[in-house]
Antibody, heavy 123, light 107 residues
Framework: QVQLVESGGGVVQPGRSLRLSCAASGFTFSNYGMHWVRQAPGKGLEWVAVIWNDGINKDSADSVKGRFTISRDKSKNMLYLEMTRLRAEDTAMYYC????????????????WGQGTQVTVSS | DIQMTQSPSSLSASVGDRVTITCRASQSIRTYLNWYQQKPGKAPSLLIYEASSLQSGVPSRFSGSGSGTDFSLTISSLQPEDFATYYCQQSSSTPPTFGQGTRLEIK
């Protein structure tokens, strides 16, 4: 069965960096686009970034552009989010999620989600 | 960015009730509208995709409709496990955006 397991969250000071990981299993990882979506405490959902199955095409939200980098390792079935220059407003639960589309089919909605990893930015 | 507005923000209902949640887009998104359910402490799960298609494994009491800018999610007969928060999401253009959520509570 499809599984997505995030890790790497924690408490970090403003201005510092953190790398989140998402281990994927139960499906052909290299076929699918993968996303990060976050949820601030008590708030709604915010899309963060996408990387396509080719590992080359990427996009991210304006709120994180230039600070966060999404990447993937097909050999390890891993998705990453490198977060730099963290701000208090980046405090959230971060979910990795699979795009419904495969290959060049960019559907931008999400059929499987991980359980999330909490990031808290605080001095 | 396309803004998504849900109403109501919260709703109290009883088991067996028929409930409808609405979602409005700031511009036409054709039928690129999806609905998720989120229970406390859990990740969201996909219920309805492309306005009216039921995701595999989702009970048939859930249904979706709409096109253009106005959409709705209906639960025909509320079950205890349906009390949760519901989000709409547009996938018409990037960035994908979500509504603010509708919290469905037990009356």
């Amino acid at each position: 069965q499809v599984q997505l397991v995030e890790s790497g969250g924690g408490v970090v000071q403003p201005g510092r960096s953190l790398r989140l990981s998402c281990a994927a299993s139960g499906f052909t990882f290299s076929n699918y686009g993968m996303h990060w979506v976050r949820q601030a405490p008590g708030k709604g959902l915010e899309w963060v970034a996408v990387i396509w199955n080719d590992g080359i095409n990427k996009d991210s939200a304006d709120s994180v552009k230039g600070r966060f980098t999404i990447s993937r390792d097909k050999s390890k079935n891993m998705l990453y989010l490198e977060m730099t220059r963290l701000r208090a407003e980046d405090t959230a639960m971060y979910y990795c999620a699979r795009d419904v589309g495969q290959f060049s089919e960019w559907l931008f909605y999400f059929d499987y989600w991980g359980q999330g990893t909490q990031v808290t930015v605080s001095s | 960015d396309i803004q998504m507005t849900q109403s109501p923000s919260s709703l109290s209902a009883s088991v067996g009730d028929r409930v409808t949640i609405t979602c409005r887009a700031s511009q036409s998104i054709r039928t690129y509208l999806n609905w998720y359910q989120q229970k406390p402490g859990k990740a969201p799960s996909l219920l309805i995709y492309e306005a009216s298609s039921l995701q595999s494994g989702v009970p048939s009491r859930f249904s979706g409709s709409g096109s253009g800018t106005d959409f709705s999610l209906t639960i025909s007969s509320l079950q205890p496990e349906d009390f949760a928060t519901y989000y709409c999401q547009q996938s018409s253009s990037t960035p994908p955006t979500f509504g603010q959520g509708t919290r469905l509570e037990i009356k």
